[in-house]
């Protein structure tokens, strides 16, 4: 029995696959995630439309429930896990984020200079006639 | 066949019958089910780079409105509420048919498959109206650079939706036809995982498009 486990651990799962358990304990698992992620949902719409809080702070509030949200789907849904079987699919997610967060920051960043060294449009116009 | 199916919730997949250091010496290439698993995996997450070019274009282009509506004047947030519940219980029981298909239950495969098709269609049916909405209000995706950028991001997931629903559609017919085989099983797993990414872009399309455009 001891054998056994360990020669299941040094196999590689693939990504969306879960480990071990019986039937029930994966749909708990589906349950738990629906339930946080409507929870996570349902606070963002909330936030987004509310006078409560301190306004500048929203939009960082729905992006960080955003983010945990995608964490939420990542682990309950996708079934990805800091375990040994799952090192491959991780390092992939970790590379993908890299260049989203490049893609996009880099993006914002560039085009926030482009916008602030950049000659009014009137004048613009006038230089081509 | 019998070997291919499962083959990864095998204890001994390579049949070494506990010669231990055969195991460490030579693994031999892994299971299909894994590297199958594993390729598509790569794909998502090129596809959700391909969606980030789509968010920094939107992100820079958001303020771009040439004198036209801006989203705050556009977005209805109840529409957007009930198509977010829409895909969220559609992944759910995506994962339910999911797990069926591993214990080969055919009947709750199918209704699993069923209800997450029909929670697709009712998404896909108000994201059409909403698009349909606009352009009669005058807000199409030619009207300024803000609404190019609107109608390419959530048309682009919108795309891949509808691809999705054709691949469900396709898989419910293959299960019927030839059952749970191994290549069918493999189908199956990259169905779900596309449909769960399809979710985990939903959430970012809503947080930035919908929540922080609907802000004045």
């Known amino acids: 029995m001891t054998d056994q486990t360990t020669e299941q651990h040094r196999i590689d799962l693939a990504p969306g696959d879960e480990g071990e358990g019986g039937v029930g304990l994966r749909v708990l698992g589906y349950v738990i995630g629906l339930g946080l992620a409507l929870l996570l949902t349902a606070t963002s719409f909330f936030i987004a439309g509310t006078d409560l809080v301190w306004q500048p702070s929203i939009p960082v509030a729905i992006i960080v429930l955003a983010i945990a949200q995608m964490g939420v789907h990542l682990v309950f849904f996708l079934h990805l896990t800091t375990g040994p079987d799952n090192t491959n699919n991780v390092m992939a997610l970790a590379f993908g984020v890299l260049i989203v967060f490049l893609v996009i920051g880099g993006s914002l960043w560039i085009m926030a200079n482009l916008n602030q060294n950049m000659m009014p449009m009137d004048q613009i116009m006038q230089m081509q006639r | ?216």
């Open chain 2, 1 to 216: 066949m019998a070997d291919t199916t499962l083959a990864y919730a095998q204890p001994d997949p390579h049949r070494l019958r506990g010669i231990a250091h055969a195991a460490v010496a030579h693994e031999g290439p892994a299971p299909k089910r894994i590297v199958t698993g594993f390729g598509f995996w790569i794909f998502l997450l090129s596809d959700i780079v391909m969606f980030s070019c789509f968010f920094a274009t939107y992100a820079v282009l958001v303020d771009q409105t040439d004198g036209g509506p801006k989203g705050a004047e556009l977005f209805d947030l109840r529409r957007v509420a009930i198509e977010t519940v829409c895909l969220l219980l559609s992944s759910f029981t995506c994962g339910l048919a999911n797990i069926a298909a591993d214990v080969r239950n055919k009947l709750w495969f199918q209704l699993g498959m069923a209800a997450t098709c029909v929670l697709g269609l009712a998404f896909l049916y108000l994201e059409l109206t909403e698009f349909a909405d606009l352009v009669a209000r005058g807000a199409g995706p030619t009207r300024s650079a803000f609404l190019s950028a609107f109608f390419s991001l959530v048309g682009c997931h919108g795309l891949h939706v509808s691809a999705g629903i054709l691949w469900l559609l396709t898989m419910m017919a293959q299960v019927v036809a030839k059952g749970f085989r191994a290549d069918i099983e493999r189908r199956i797993m990259c169905f779900a995982l596309f449909w769960h990414a399809l979710d985990i872009i939903w959430v970012a399309v809503f947080s930035v498009v919908y929540l922080l455009g609907s802000k004045p």
